[in-house]
């Protein structure tokens, strides 16, 4: 409904946008309060480097949501989200896009407040915590709603091009209008995700994430008492699924558009299919797709990085998973520095 959405952080209203940004402020000003005034104590079961790490942590992830909160109001004003949005609610997948939306929306929300309830009432530093927690749930819950929309939409352009690729009986007219309308899939994916700086700052919350998860390994191991670390190790486990999945779901668009996979059956695959099958008055205009689609890639690019594919994310992947233990064994050192033996 539109007047939910008008109270959800950057796709809201502009005086309900800087309200927000405010209250993230706020949240990140009082936490730094209260850490300021109990500063030198060992708060946490930890060294004070640990408890001091701890403290640094938490009001991090406010740099990775200011970008995202700046390209999600990008993404509102975007004529070719808006335009590209209606068109897909009003086609005939457009059913199955509202589903998919509500869905997600219900078992965010379900999501969100059950890590709520687990972490604000239980938490070792009280109001300042529960507070930015509060906030910092609701800008991702925004976040993760945009993303996930967007992504739909990326998606459904690809399949839309595939489900006309298997109608293209050879004619010429459509070996050149499917060219013509995979440009148009590429210029839409790339304006609704690298010239709003989305992607970029998806990309860096996903990094922050796998990062956080580490340095939380590292101090769950140097905490002296086992009976309290579930909370802090589910919240690892959660960043690091979150991280993964975020990556395998913007390299599934380049997967539905470039992939060699024969179960993927992308708009590649597809058109290889034909060859050899088109008439020979044809073929250049086959060919000329065909060059089009490898020259040019479609899927989701970041600022310094390439379209991101499944090749791409392997690797990535493997790495953090092997970083993660020496970050964690690093934290876990200065963690331990200078606690006292019973």
């Known amino acids: 409904p539109e007047s939910f959405l008008w109270w959800l952080p950057a796709v809201g209203g502009f005086g309900c946008h800087v309200l927000w940004i405010l209250l993230l402020c706020l949240g990140v000003a009082n936490w730094v309060r209260a850490c300021y005034a109990e500063l030198g104590q060992d708060s946490v079961g930890l060294s004070r480097h640990g408890s001091m790490l701890v403290r640094v942590l938490v009001p991090l992830p406010v740099l990775c949501y200011i970008p995202v909160l700046i390209s999600m109001r990008r993404i509102k004003y975007c ?19 509202r589903k998919f939306v509500h869905r997600v929306m219900l078992a965010l929300m379900a999501a969100s407040f059950g890590v709520l309830t687990v972490e604000v009432p239980f938490n070792d530093f009280g109001y300042s915590l529960s507070f930015f927690l509060v906030v910092r749930h609701m800008v991702s819950f925004a976040a993760t709603m945009v993303f996930f929309t967007v992504w739909r939409l990326s998606v459904s352009r690809v399949d839309m091009l595939r489900g006309r690729m298997v109608g293209a009986h050879g004619c010429q007219r459509d070996w050149r209008e499917l060219t013509c309308e995979y440009q148009e899939v590429v210029a839409f994916i790339d304006g609704v995700w690298r010239k709003t700086h989305f992607s970029t700052a998806c990309y860096a919350t996903f990094i922050f994430e796998l990062l956080l998860a580490a340095c939380m390994c590292g101090l769950l191991a140097a905490h002296p008492s086992p009976a309290i670390i579930w909370r802090p190790a589910a919240m690892a486990c959660r960043q690091i699924v979150t991280a993964a999945v975020g990556f395998y779901m913007c390299a599934m668009i380049h997967s539905r558009a470039a992939s060699t996979r024969h179960a993927t059956r992308s708009a ?50 493997r790495i953090s998973l092997a970083a993660i233990p020496i970050i964690a064994g690093a934290v876990f050192g200065l963690a331990k520095t200078d606690v006292q033996p019973p």
Do not use: W
Request: hydrophobic content about 45%; overall charge positive.
């Open 79 to 97: 004529e070719a989200f808006n335009r590209t949005l209606r068109a897909e609610l009003l086609s005939p997948s457009g059913g199955a896009t």
């Open 268 to 317: 590649l695959y597809l058109a290889r299919l034909r060859l050899g099958k088109v008439p020979p008055q044809h073929v250049q205009d086959h060919l000329s797709f065909l060059e089009c689609v490898q020259g040019m890639p479609c899927g989701i690019e970041g600022a310094t990085m390439p379209v991101l594919s499944m090749k791409i994310v392997a690797p990535v992947i």
